[in-house]
Every structure is written in C-alpha cells, then in structure tokens.
C-alpha cells in the first residue's frame, strides 16, 4: 500500500472550476472530456493526481444553463453546482466557485471549449517542476477572437502591466491552475470588483505558464462586446493598485518644480531689463506657483487615497500558508525509485 506522505505515493487533488453563463451547449462535452480524470492518472512527469471535483458556478445566463447544470449533476457524482443570486460576471463567478473548493490545486476554465482540459496534467507538472503557486495557460497558437480583439487585448495587458503596475498582466489567462490554499485565501478577502489575476499577483510567489494549444470556441458567440471588454480592461486598471495615483503625485511634483523654475527666471529676466509686460510676470509667477502648488496637494490626496483603495480591494499585509515541503508543492516524485 502506498502512503500519501511519500512523494511516489501522494495523489495530488484537483478541483476544476467553470464559471457558466451560457453553457447550454457546451457543457455536456465540457464534463465527458473531465471525466475520465476523475480516476487517478499520471502526468507526462509521473506525478499521481486526479479531478476530485468539477465545480460548475451558474452565473445566471440568457439559456438553459442551470438545466444542464441539474441534469448533468444528476448522472456525475463529481459534479458540484453552485448557484450564485443574479448575474455577478466571470471574476465574481470564478471567485465563488473557488471559494467552494477543497482539492490541493485549483484549475478555472472556460465553458466554450477553447480551453482543453488535457493540458491539466501539464499544467500540473510545470506547477511542480517550478515549485509555482500559480501557472497560466499559455497559447502557442492565435486566439480564435479575430485580429482586432486580439491585438485590442494583448495591448491593454501591455499597458496595464507597464504603466499601472499590473504584475504580469502580460500572462493572464482564464485556463490556470493555483495553489488551492492561495486560491481560496484570494477568494476569501477580495474586495468587491477586484481583478483576479491582479490579486493573485500580490500574494504568490512564484507565477509562470505552460504551453498549450487553445480551441476554437464552437457554434456559440462570444459573450463579450467591445464595449464590455472596455469595460473589463477598466475594472483591471482601477484593481491593479495605486500607481495611477502615484503618477498623479509625480505630475504634481513635475509642475511644481516647473512653475519654480519659471518664476526664477522671470523675476531674473525682468531686474535684467527683459522686455515684458507690466504685471504678466507676477502674474505668470503666481499662476506657475499655485498651480503646482494645487497639483502637489492633489498628489498627496491621491497618496491617501490609494492607502484607502488598497483597503477596499482587500491587498492583505501578509498572507500566511503552511510549510511549501508539507504541502502539495513538497510532493515531488523521487526519480531514483523510478520504476
């Protein structure tokens, strides 16, 4: 009998995660590939693992979701629906569908198919290979999209990770796989509208990706306008934390050294003899003063106003986990005793 202390022996838990909105038809395929998982199977490196739970969160679409939902929870035993009130939107729907996990990792994906749950093990295995709390899916192939969304979305990743200090904004990917004890934690002090993957760069420690190979997204539409991807790329920049602030106190400080220096060498130029207006120097001196004056004011506001924006959106001071070699970050396989 094999121990689950020892790496050889130690099955790694997966809970899969879906947040369905309009899962009607995409579902039933979802949870066929999902099911030969739950039997215990062995990743490309070795590892033992299983699906222990797929956690199908019901965001209240415009089809017959929750029907599919019951029908299919009825037949699959590892099947657990959670029910959320009224439409809360993708982030709200995964993070309460983390929320009611229990297994040693967590993986989210999609429900139109795109993401290929065979790639679970080799998310897996990268997690472990690179002792990872988090490990995003990353698309060797284009995004079934079109053009223009998808350079649309690769340009807003840049933009929030380079100018407003969105961690890695560059990787973020619905397919990924967490550490469960992080997942939940994150799920668990998130403030209202936060941006997932922005709060899961503040507290883990180590995130990559791993290759794969995205589907296309079958006979539904997408249920993302441009003006709700707008909308979705606005709520990242306001969760990404205070460095939009920031630039607001920098400006402050840039205009109020500028208006000094114009003030000096007004009031230079006209004891020298410059040809100016009677009364526009003072007044471009006081103008040039006040207003960097006002904007340094507004700079330290906004410093403390992000200190209270930090509070809303729940960035925790700390965030304790249990010793990384007593967890499922500690069970890797002992490639001596290979067989």
């Given at each position: 009998m094999t121990d689950d202390r020892d790496p050889e022996?130690?099955?790694h838990h997966v809970s899969v995660v879906v947040p369905v909105y309009q899962g009607e038809r995409t579902l039933p395929d979802l949870v066929t590939e999902l099911e030969p998982m739950v039997t215990e199977f062995?990743?490309?490196d070795g590892h033992r693992a299983r699906v222990s739970e797929v956690v199908l969160c019901h965001d209240n679409g415009p089809d017959a979701s929750d029907r599919v939902i019951r029908e299919l929870a009825a037949v699959h035993p590892f099947l657990k629906p959670v029910w959320l009130s009224r439409n809360f939107g993708q982030h709200a729907a995964t993070l309460a569908g983390i929320a009611s996990t229990g297994g040693d990792w967590v993986v989210t994906l999609?429900?139109?198919g795109q993401h290929d749950p065979a790639y679970i093990p080799s998310l897996l295995d990268t997690a472990l290979r690179e002792r990872a709390q988090v490990v995003y899916a990353s698309p060797e192939n284009v995004a079934p999209h079109g053009a223009v969304r998808n350079a649309a979305s690769k340009g807003a990743k840049r933009v929030l990770e380079k100018v407003f200090g969105g961690g890695d904004a560059s990787v973020f990917n619905s397919y990924r796989l967490i550490l469960g004890e992080v997942g939940r934690s994150v799920a668990a002090y998130s403030g209202?509208?936060?941006?997932?993957?922005?709060?899961l760069s503040w507290i883990a420690n180590s995130i990559v990706t791993s290759p794969v190979m995205l589907r296309s997204e079958g006979d539904?539409?997408?249920g993302y306008s441009y003006r709700s991807l707008l909308a979705h790329f606005w709520r990242m920049v306001l969760t990404s934390g205070t460095r939009g602030l920031r630039l607001v106190t920098i400006t402050g400080v840039l205009f109020a050294l500028f208006g000094l220096a114009f003030a000096v060498y007004l009031t230079i130029n006209r004891i020298f003899g410059g040809a100016i207006e009677e009364g526009w120097t003072s007044i471009m001196v006081m103008l040039s003063l006040a207003t960097g004056m006002i904007l340094v004011a507004l700079?330290?506001?906004?410093?403390y106003l992000g200190v209270a924006v930090n509070m809303a959106l729940?960035?925790?001071?700390y965030l304790i986990v249990r010793d990384p070699a007593a967890g499922p970050l500690g069970r890797l396989r002992d490639d001596a005793g290979d067989a």
């Amino acid at each position: 009998m094999t121990d689950d202390r020892d790496p050889e022996g130690y099955v790694h838990h997966v809970s899969v995660v879906v947040p369905v909105y309009q899962g009607e038809r995409t579902l039933p395929d979802l949870v066929t590939e999902l099911e030969p998982m739950v039997t215990e199977f062995r990743t490309p490196d070795g590892h033992r693992a299983r699906v222990s739970e797929v956690v199908l969160c019901h965001d209240n679409g415009p089809d017959a979701s929750d029907r599919v939902i019951r029908e299919l929870a009825a037949v699959h035993p590892f099947l657990k629906p959670v029910w959320l009130s009224r439409n809360f939107g993708q982030h709200a729907a995964t993070l309460a569908g983390i929320a009611s996990t229990g297994g040693d990792w967590v993986v989210t994906l999609d429900e139109d198919g795109q993401h290929d749950p065979a790639y679970i093990p080799s998310l897996l295995d990268t997690a472990l290979r690179e002792r990872a709390q988090v490990v995003y899916a990353s698309p060797e192939n284009v995004a079934p999209h079109g053009a223009v969304r998808n350079a649309a979305s690769k340009g807003a990743k840049r933009v929030l990770e380079k100018v407003f200090g969105g961690g890695d904004a560059s990787v973020f990917n619905s397919y990924r796989l967490i550490l469960g004890e992080v997942g939940r934690s994150v799920a668990a002090y998130s403030g209202t509208g936060v941006y997932l993957d922005v709060a899961l760069s503040w507290i883990a420690n180590s995130i990559v990706t791993s290759p794969v190979m995205l589907r296309s997204e079958g006979d539904r539409a997408s249920g993302y306008s441009y003006r709700s991807l707008l909308a979705h790329f606005w709520r990242m920049v306001l969760t990404s934390g205070t460095r939009g602030l920031r630039l607001v106190t920098i400006t402050g400080v840039l205009f109020a050294l500028f208006g000094l220096a114009f003030a000096v060498y007004l009031t230079i130029n006209r004891i020298f003899g410059g040809a100016i207006e009677e009364g526009w120097t003072s007044i471009m001196v006081m103008l040039s003063l006040a207003t960097g004056m006002i904007l340094v004011a507004l700079g330290i506001v906004a410093e403390y106003l992000g200190v209270a924006v930090n509070m809303a959106l729940g960035k925790p001071a700390y965030l304790i986990v249990r010793d990384p070699a007593a967890g499922p970050l500690g069970r890797l396989r002992d490639d001596a005793g290979d067989a």
